[in-house]
Every structure is written in C-alpha cells, then in structure tokens.
C-alpha cells in the first residue's frame, strides 16, 4: 500500500506533457517578440518596400552620376591655365552639389553619400535597413561612375591629379598630404558642413520656412566653403581638398589601388567620426533658440 501511494505521489509531482508543451510554447513566443522586435528597429520591413529600392536605385545613379561630373570637373579646373586653379574648385562643388540636391534630395532624400547616409540613421531620420542599402548603392555607384570616367578620361591628366585628388600621402607629382593631416581634414570640415548644413535640413520647421532650393543651397555651400579651407591649406596637387564622400574614392581606389588605395581609410574614418560626435553633440542643443 505504501508502494502505492509512493508511486502515486512521484506521478503527481512528475511534470505533464500538457506543462512541458506550454512551456516550449512560450519561449517560442518569446523568441519570436525579440525577433520581431529587431526587426522592427532596423526597419526590416523596407526590405520589401519597392518604393525603398526605387530610392536606392536613385542613390546609385545619383553617385554614379556626381562622381563622374564632379571628377571631370576637378580635373578641369586643376588643368585649366588660370592663375591659381584650385580656387574654381569650391565654386564647381557648389553648382554641381547644388543641382543634384535639388534633383534627388525629393526622390531619395538626397544622400548621395554614405556620410548622409550614416548621420540620418543616427539621428532616426531613416531606418537602419535602408541606410545599409543606401550606402551599399552608393558603393556601387561610384565603381560604376570610376568606370565610365576611366574610359573617357585623358590618362595622363587622370595620373597627373590623380583622379581628382584622391591621393593620400603620394609622391611625385601626385603628391597628397599625410594620413594624419587629411585625417583631421576629413574630420573638421565634414562636423562644419553637419553643423551648417544638416542641422538644417533636418529641421522640418526650418526646412518648409526656407523650401527646397535654399536649403540645397545652404548644403552646397557648406559644402563648397569646406572643400575652399581644406585646400587652402594643402596645396598639393594629388589633394583636391575634403572629399565629404567617402564613396568619391572608393571606384579609384579599388580598381587603381596603389597610392589611391594607400590611406584610402582617412575617408572613411574621419566623417564618420564626425557624424558621431555631432550626434552627441545634438542632444545637447537647445530645443528653441532665442529668435
């Protein structure tokens, strides 16, 4: 009888089929809400938003198109007979940024650039998702853009400024500037064109009181007044001043290599760590000024 009994009261405490199944049920259920938790921070669901690849595609042709007029432009304006060459620089960057500003920016937003690209996306402005495809279309698009203008291109001008100043460090006639002086470059002058620029573009309030153009127009120029102080002080002809556009270099640098590739990374580090540290330094503006 005690055997019984035992037995019986090892069965009660024994856990059921019914408890074990309800058990695996909700740790299933719990994976799924942090999956589709994740997925909803990074804006997964633009992964099939076909309005999202259009926009990508616009980026792609966008940069793909800026580089190879930018380029172009460059090295004109360092080959032309003038006086001092470098200073038509800003004033090219201004009229061709301003242009496909005001083409693109209601399309796709505009970036053309993955340092837009990343300051969106750390501000929330865009998802995680398409600023991963956006910088990616960028990439690609300026591989596409090196291509074209490599087979249009006059060689020895290409060799002679190096594809519009992409050099970091090169010797010769090509002669760049040091990775620890385009680093600092890159960095100063892209935080003034955040702080100038997109402080105010991405102002709804500001941006509907001054409408598209002039909002362009105050990015390009930031733009342009950065590209006028960085080359300023260099005056070396394998540096055509702040690149701003870490995706520029990128075709060249790739495909050419060799002093292109050398210190490529100055481009990508030094605006992204002013993306970063003016996002820092945004939480901390006041939320109404004085006017």
């Given amino acids: 009888m005690d055997t019984v009994i035992s037995r019986e009261s090892d069965h009660n405490h024994l856990p059921t089929s019914s408890s074990a199944e309800n058990h695996e049920v909700t740790i299933g259920k719990e994976r799924q809400s942090v999956k589709a938790t994740f997925f909803a921070c990074i804006g997964a669901h633009e992964f099939s938003s076909p309005e999202m690849w259009k926009a990508a595609l616009t980026e792609l042709v966008a940069t793909a198109s800026l580089v190879f007029t930018l380029?172009?432009?460059?090295?004109?304006?360092?080959?032309?007979?003038?006086?001092?060459?470098?200073?038509?620089?800003?004033?090219?960057?201004?009229?061709?940024?301003?242009?496909?500003?005001?083409?693109?920016?209601?399309?796709?937003?505009?970036?053309?650039?993955?340092?837009?690209?990343?300051?969106?996306?750390?501000?929330?402005?865009?998802?995680?998702?398409?600023?991963?495809?956006y910088i990616l279309a960028q990439c690609v698009g300026s591989i596409i853009g090196f291509v074209f203008l490599s087979s249009v291109m006059n060689?020895?001008?290409?060799?002679?400024?190096?594809?519009?100043?992409?050099?970091?460090?090169?010797?010769?006639?090509?002669?760049?500037?040091?990775?620890?002086?385009?680093?600092?470059?890159?960095?100063?002058?892209?935080?003034?064109?955040?702080?100038v620029g997109v402080t105010i573009a991405f102002d709804k309030r500001r941006s509907k009181e001054l409408g598209l153009a002039m909002v362009c127009a105050v990015v390009a120029g930031a733009m342009a007044v950065a590209v006028f102080v960085s080359i300023s002080v260099t005056g070396r002809p394998g540096y055509a001043g702040v690149g701003l556009n870490p995706a520029r270099c990128l075709g060249p640098a790739l495909l050419r290599r060799g002093s292109l590739w050398y210190g490529h990374w100055v481009f990508w580090i030094g605006p992204c760590l002013a993306c970063i540290i003016y996002y820092g330094f945004t939480k901390g503006l006041p939320k109404e000024g004085l006017m």
């Fill in 71 to 133: 380029t172009t432009s460059i090295v004109s304006c360092l080959d032309s007979h003038v006086t001092d060459p470098r200073l038509l620089i800003p004033f090219a960057v201004f009229i061709i940024a301003f242009l496909f500003l005001l083409v693109t920016v209601p399309l796709s937003g505009g970036h053309m650039s993955p340092v837009f690209t990343f300051i969106a996306a750390l501000k929330g402005v865009i998802s995680l998702a398409r600023a991963s495809i």
């Fill in 155 to 195: 060689h020895d001008a290409a060799k002679r400024y190096s594809l519009g100043g992409c050099t970091i460090d090169g010797t010769g006639s090509a002669s760049g500037v040091s990775p620890g002086t385009a680093l600092i470059l890159e960095f100063c002058c892209t935080f003034v064109v955040l702080f």
